[in-house]
C-alpha cells in the first residue's frame, strides 16, 4: 500500500514587493511514493525543498500545481492529520505552559478523554525521558530537552506517518543515538517514516529508501540496502553535478 | 466546534501567565484608587468624579488589555511559528481564530470585572448609592472591547508587524469614536459643492462607531436608555464583531506557516 503519493508536486513562492514580485520555485514536479511502512529520508542542500514538501503534505502550505495523497486521501484532509505526526524543524512551543500542559492542550486537540490523554502524556513523556519534567515550564527548558518535547507530541497520538524535519538539529550525539533508536523502534511497530536531514550517514543508517532534492527537484531515489556506506558519495555526486 | 474550548483554556492561561495581564491590572487599578484624590479638587461631586475617571481608566485599560491580547498571541504565534504546530493537528483554520478570539474576550472581560470591582467598592466606600446603569456602562465597555479585539485580530493577520498591529488598532480606535464628524464633513463639502458623499459614507458605515456605544458618558443622564436602542447597540456591537471575525478567519485560511 501506498503510504504518500505525489503527482506534479509544484510550490512557486511569490513574493510581492511595491511593484514588483519574486518567484522562488521552491518544489518543481515531484513526482514521489512512498510504500507503507517504510523510513524514507529526504536529502538535499538547504533550499532545497525537503521543507517545503513536508509543509505541504501537513497543510501548511498549499500546492501552487499538481496534488498530493496520503493514505489515499487527497492532502490538505483534516481527518488525516490525526494520522499523521509532525516535528517542524526548530519546534516552537508556547513556553509558558509546562511540558504536561502542552502535551495535554494537543492531546485535547485530538478529541482524547481525560483519561486517554492523561495516560498518552505521562507514556510519551516517560518515552523522552522528560517525566521527571512534566511540571516545569518549557520556557527552563534547554534546547535538547525542547527537540524531545518536539519529538513528544509528534508520538502522543500514535500516528501512522511521521513527517520529521530535521529532527536531529539540536541534539547532542547521545540524543541522536536515543533518535535512532526511536525511528527504529517505529519502524519495527510498522510506521511510515518521512524525514529530512543534511545528515547523510545518520539517514543511511535508519532509512530503507533516500530521495534527494536538488533545487526542488528530485534527482534520485537510492535505495539504501546494500550501499555499505557510499551515500555520501552518491550524494555529492548527484548534487555537485548538477552543480 | 469542541476544539474551540481548548483552544479558549489554552488562552486563558498563556494570558494569566503573562506579565503584562498583571502589569496592565494594577496599572488601571491605581488610577482608579487615584480617582479618590482628584474627587478632593470637587467638593460635593466626589461620587462622580470617582465614576468618570473610573469607567475611563477601565475603558482604557481594557482596551489595552485586549489589544496586547491580541496582537501579542496571534501575531506572536505566527511570527515564532508555533501556531504551526496547533494546524499541523486536526483543527480548522475558523476554530483556531474563534477560539483566540473567544478567550481574549474571557481574559478581557475578567479584566473589567475586577477593575469594576475595585471602581465599585471605592465608591460603596464614598456613600454611593448603586444605579443600574453602572452595570449598563460597564457592558457598554465590555462590548466595544468585543468589536476592538476582532478588528486587532484582523489587523495582526494583515499587517506584518507588531507595531503596525498595534497602531493599526489604535488608530481605528480613535477613528470609531469620531465617526460622527464624518457626518458632519459631509454636510459641509456638500454645502461647498464637493460631491464624496458616497466616498465619506462607506468610510462612516466600515469604521466601528463606538460614540453609538459610549453609554458611560450619560451616566449623569435623568432619562434611562430605552430598551430598543440598546438592544441594537448590542446587535450592532456583535454583528460588527462577528463580520471582523469572519473576515479574520478568511484571511488566515489562506495563510502559509
Known amino acids: 500500500m501506498v503510504a504518500i503519493k505525489t503527482e506534479n508536486l509544484t510550490k512557486i513562492y511569490v513574493r510581492k514587493h511595491l511593484f514588483s514580485s519574486k518567484k522562488t520555485n521552491a518544489l518543481e514536479n515531484l513526482n514521489l511514493e512512498i510504500e507503507d511502512g517504510k523510513v524514507f529520508g529526504l536529502l538535499g542542500l538547504n533550499g532545497s525543498g525537503k521543507t517545503t514538501l513536508l509543509k505541504l503534505l501537513v497543510g501548511l502550505l498549499f500546492p501552487t500545481r499538481g496534488s498530493a495523497h496520503i493514505f489515499g486521501q487527497r492532502v490538505p484532509h483534516l481527518s488525516l492529520l490525526s494520522r499523521i505526526g509532525y516535528l517542524p524543524e526548530f519546534p516552537c512551543f508556547l513556553m509558558y505552559l509546562t511540558a504536561g500542559e502542552i502535551l495535554n492542550f494537543y492531546g485535547k486537540l485530538y478529541g482524547f478523554s481525560r483519561k486517554e490523554r492523561e495516560k498518552r502524556v505521562e507514556e510519551t513523556l516517560d518515552l523522552v525521558e522528560l517525566k521527571e519534567n512534566r ?91 546494500g550501499l555499505e556506506g557510499r551515500m555520501e558519495d552518491i550524494f555529492s555526486e548527484t548534487v555537485s553535478g548538477e552543480g | 466546534m469542541k476544539k474551540i474550548i ?30 479618590v484624590l482628584f474627587s478632593m479638587l470637587s467638593p460635593g461631586e466626589e461620587t462622580r468624579v470617582i465614576l468618570d475617571i473610573g469607567l475611563g481608566a477601565i475603558e482604557i485599560f481594557a482596551f489595552l488589555s485586549a489589544i496586547s491580547a491580541a496582537v501579542g498571541l496571534v501575531l506572536g504565534e505566527m511570527e515564532n511559528k508555533s501556531v504551526s504546530l496547533i494546524l499541523a493537528r486536526p483543527v480548522r483554520r ?39 446603569r453602572f452595570l449598563l456602562a460597564i457592558t457598554f465597555i465590555f462590548l466595544k472591547v468585543v468589536i476592538i479585539s476582532a478588528l486587532a485580530i484582523l489587523i495582526s493577520l494583515i499587517s506584518t508587524s507588531a507595531i503596525s498591529s498595534v497602531s493599526g488598532t489604535f488608530f481605528l480606535w480613535i477613528l470609531g469614536h469620531v465617526t460622527d464628524h464624518l457626518k458632519y464633513l459631509n454636510y459641509v463639502l456638500v454645502q461647498k459643492g464637493v460631491k464624496i458623499t458616497i466616498f465619506l459614507k462607506a468610510i462612516y458605515y466600515l469604521l466601528p462607531n463606538f460614540q453609538y456605544l459610549n453609554v ?10 430605552a430598551g430598543t436602542t440598546i438592544f441594537w447597540q448590542v446587535a450592532y456591537s456583535l454583528i460588527y464583531a462577528s463580520v471582523a471575525t469572519w473576515l479574520s478567519v478568511l484571511v488566515f485560511s489562506r495563510k502559509e506557516f
Open chain 2, 6 to 35: 481548548p483552544i479558549i483554556e489554552y488562552t486563558l492561561k498563556e494570558n494569566i501567565r503573562h506579565k503584562i495581564f498583571y502589569t496592565i491590572l494594577l496599572f488601571a487599578l491605581v488610577i482608579i484608587v487615584s480617582s
Open chain 1, 135 to 225: 511540571n516545569d515550564r518549557l520556557a527552563d527548558f534547554s534546547k535538547g530537552m525542547l527537540e524531545r518535547i518536539g519529538m513528544a507530541q509528534v508520538l502522543l497520538h500514535d500516528p501512522d506517518l511521521l513527517l520529521l524535519d530535521e529532527p536531529t538539529s539540536g541534539l547532542d550525539p547521545l540524543g541522536v543515538k536515543k533518535l535512532r533508536q526511536t525511528i527504529l523502534r517505529l519502524k519495527a511497530e510498522g510506521k511510515t517514516i518521512l524525514l529530512s536531514s543534511h545528515l547523510v550517514t545518520e539517514v543511511e543508517r535508519v532509512c530503507d529508501q533516500v530521495g534527494i532534492l536538488h533545487q526542488g527537484r528530485l534527482k534520485k531515489i537510492v535505495d539504501v540496502k
Open chain 2, 94 to 132: 475558523f476554530e483556531y481564530i474563534w477560539g483566540r478570539y473567544s478567550g481574549i474576550l474571557f481574559i478581557s472581560l475578567i479584566n473589567i470585572l475586577v477593575m469594576s470591582l475595585g471602581l465599585l467598592f471605592l465608591l460603596y466606600i464614598k456613600g454611593w448609592e448603586f444605579n443600574f
Open chain 2, 216 to 225: 458611560k458618558d450619560y451616566m449623569g443622564y435623568p432619562n434611562p436608555l
